[in-house]
């Protein structure tokens, strides 16, 4: 089977020939149509997670999917052959830069029907991390103000709509030249990164989405009202997080060292710092097929590469300037 693999961290992404994947009871094979790429991947690739999420190598990467189920294992009941579905894989298990893949049942759903395969698989990361941050971790309601960095994204275009949707008051942060898009997205405010300080702008917010880390984590404490929740897609990882990945004792102390800087700001402001390494979910990638039928949420889809075209699609991450998602297709 073809896959797109990488032997060593840092090395290059190849092209391989694979093993076809093992189905348990539990799992759905499906035929992968398209996969999202997300800078997720190459974090991986250059062993940026390799202390909290090692991997055996070779690796082979991905992990979004959108396709339709081959076989199901013995125990699967919520699936057929020829049903389409969307997934993001659970880690240890991704790899959808291949022509197939085997999947936890509980981690994929239907696919929404009004959208194409491509836009369903440049979806299941990006919305659970919108969701998990927006609605599990913030509990957003309306009438909040809501602040999205990097609003012309993959994570940040989702997350606006699912602002919107909420019911907040959002803005984001992206350049002048993305103002209509991120107006159009639901964005009430938009500070341009290149020539304005949102911290200058902004105050007296419920709600930081950061996918950015560093000094621009600190400075979106320092906007929040007190009780307010700052989440980080970027780091620095927290105790919380090293507890319920189940990471050892050193590593729960390096990690405490990590963030020790960010937890007393957050806690000398009264606000609230929380870590966000988002996880597989069919039951939530549910409610958010819901969504997007209904027209509350759509897609977006910067750039579409064939399946063979991969290694360009990973580094066209690198470039920037793509607005929503990468994605690899596979028809």
Known sequence: MRAFTFSNYKGPLREADVAEPIVGDHDVLVQVQAAGVNQLDEKIRIGEFKQILPYKLPLTLGHDVAGTVLRVGAAVRGFRPGDEVYARPRDHRIGTFAERIAIDEADAAPKPSSISMEQAGSLPLVALTAWQALVEIGNVQRGQKVLIHAGAGGVGSIAIQLAKHLGAEVATTASAANEAFVRELGADHLVDYRSEDFEQRLAGYDFVLDSLGGENLEKSLRILRPGGIAVGISGPPTPEFARSA?????????????????????????????????RASGEQLREISELVDGGAL?????????????????????????RGKVVISNP
Do not use: D, H, T
Not at 258 to 276: C, D, I, M, P, T
């Open 246 to 278: 189940g990471l050892n004792p050193v590593l729960r102390l390096a990690i405490a060292g990590l963030s020790g800087k960010v937890r007393k700001q957050a806690k000398r402001l009264g606000v609230n710092y929380r870590f966000l390494f988002m």
């Open 298 to 322: 759509r897609p977006v889809v910067g750039r579409i590469f064939q399946f063979a075209e991969a290694v360009q699609a990973l580094e066209s991450l690198k470039a920037g300037g793509i």
